[in-house]
């Protein structure tokens, strides 16, 4: 069995093939995996860090802004799309794969378009429920479209083969015990505790209104909080320093990158977050009720739609960034606490009923009827 996994881009891309390529793995030790990604991409490095051959090819995206830099940086991605395309065959032709499995992100397209030139078979997975771009354009092609929930289905044309597959996740992120993850961070178990973070290079909006909310509440509550600021982000410790808060106090963590999620997310009692398919992959693996604020600076709107989808199924709350603050924060965590928790039991339940934590057995399957064929 020999598996090519093309995605990049963004961590949402990338950690769903190298789930799928560790699961084959571990089913298939005499497997062969290549991950092909974007030259110099964040792949390139999580990739070799998981121990998996790389290939990159010269791609790069499309600007939708309009101005004369844009128009630049579109001419150079056309002349990268013939490059990406004669590297992409050689690198089919040399690897000789019975399958071809993209995650998203713009390198996959050219990639994917050589290998249904070359007949070799392609599954595109799409983690969001408002599947993007390149989807729309490979899905014709594809053997199948793998979606996430029943919402993608909707947006995507009525011929095309689909499967809801969910979206594969880490297998530690539910490994952890409330009681065995608060011991491992050093925090009180006893204690709520409140995890957020705005993605690995942070969220401004999200980084004032928790900055906020700690200055305000965490002399009068007993709440854990820890916190994720991002790469972008760097005065986050200084702004709570300047309100007095003690930023060496046992009940506060705070980190630019939060590196321990799975001891983190089973140590929450709440999750504060953006709403990109992996996080929400994550919190409905681990049954974590959340307040997911979409990020209105991604393609498509896609988060705001992500999040609506456990929103609709009663399984979170949601705070468009616009209308964001600190009071209306607070008062959404009080919500969701008050009467010894029944927001959040209900969330944690509905989260479980939906939750697809099979993900990589069903696209292995997948895989394995297609091969056979």
């Known amino acids: 069995m020999k598996i090519v996994f093309v995605g990049g881009g963004t961590a949402g891309h990338i950690n769903p093939a190298l789930a799928i390529a560790d699961y084959v793995k571990e089913k298939n030790p005499d497997a062969e995996i290549l991950y092909v990604g974007a030259k110099g991409g964040m792949e390139e490095e999580l990739v070799k860090k998981a121990g998996y051959k790389f290939e990159g090819i010269t791609i790069s995206g499309f600007s939708r802004k309009i101005s004369f830099e844009s128009l630049k940086k579109n001419i150079k991605t056309l002349k990268n799309i013939l490059i990406s395309s004669i590297e992409s065959q050689k ?7 019975d399958i071809c499995i993209g995650t998203g992100g713009y390198v996959s397209g050219p990639f994917l ?39 993608a289905k909707k947006h995507l044309p009525k011929n095309i083969q689909t499967e809801i597959t969910g979206t594969p996740v880490r297998k530690k992120i539910s490994s952890y015990t409330k009681e065995e993850a608060c011991k491992k961070l050093n925090i009180n178990s006893k204690s709520p505790t409140i995890l957020s973070f705005g993605g690995s290079l942070g969220s401004k909006a999200i980084n004032t209104a928790i900055a906020s909310l700690i ?27 300047s309100k007095n808060i003690d930023i060496k106090s046992p009940r506060l963590i705070i980190k630019e990158y939060i590196d321990s999620m799975p001891e983190c997310m089973a140590a929450a009692d709440l999750v504060i977050c953006r709403a990109g398919a992996t996080t929400l992959s994550e919190l409905q693996t681990s049954q974590k009720p959340a307040i997911l604020i979409p990020s209105p600076n991604v393609a498509e709107n896609h988060q705001y739609y992500n999040a609506m989808a456990l929103v609709n199924e009663n399984a979170a709350s949601i705070i468009e960034e616009k209308d964001l603050t600190e009071e209306k924060l607070f008062d959404e965590i009080l919500k969701i606490f008050e009467n010894d928790g029944k927001i959040a039991k209900k969330y944690s339940k509905n989260l479980k009923r939906i939750a697809i934590t099979d993900s ?3 696209i292995y399957d997948i895989i394995k009827k297609i091969i056979k064929n």
């Open 215 to 241: 200055s305000k509440h965490f002399n009068d509550t007993d709440y854990n909080f820890i916190h994720g600021f991002g790469k972008k982000q760097k005065p986050f410790k200084e702004i709570l320093q």
């Open 360 to 362: 990589c057995e069903r």
């Open 113 to 151: 378009r050589q290998a249904g030139k070359l007949r070799i078979p392609f599954l595109v997975h799409d983690s969001n429920s408002y599947p993007g771009i390149t989807t729309k354009l490979l899905a014709k092609k594809a053997k199948k479209v793998l979606i996430v929930n029943k919402e």
């Open 91 to 97: 690198i089919l032709k040399d690897f000789k794969p």
